[in-house]
Nanobody, 124 residues
């Protein structure tokens, strides 16, 4: 079965950087797009970034554009989220997810597979 395992979360100060990783297994990774979502306490889960199956196309939420970078390494079955200039409002549980599509989708309901999440805490 498909498994997604996130890592790299932690406690950082505002302005710091952090890189999240997601290891995928269970199907042909290079055929499907990948996405990162986040959920802060008391808020709905929201789309953060997505990357197409080849890595050629990326998409970002307005709130993170210019600060976060999504990338993937298909031979290693890995997807990454480089987060720079972190703000307290970026604090959340971050989830790696994969739909059954090669192109990027931003709707949460379109994603079939989810990781368990990794906590990111940003102190001011």
């Amino acid at each position: 079965q498909v498994q997604l395992v996130e890592s790299g979360g932690g406690l950082v100060q505002a302005g710091d950087s952090l890189r999240l990783s997601c290891a995928a297994s269970g199907r042909t990774f290079s055929r499907y797009s990948m996405g990162w979502f986040r959920q802060a306490p008391g808020k709905e889960r929201e789309f953060v970034a997505g990357i197409s199956y080849s890595g050629a196309i990326t998409n970002y939420a307005t709130s993170v554009k210019g600060r976060f970078t999504i990338s993937r390494d298909n031979p290693k079955n890995m997807v990454y989220l480089q987060m720079n200039s972190l703000k307290p409002e970026d604090a959340a549980i971050y989830y790696c997810a994969s739909p059954d599509y090669g192109s990027i989708v931003t709707m949460e309901s379109a994603y079939r597979y989810w990781g368990q999440g990794t906590q990111v805490t940003v102190s001011s």
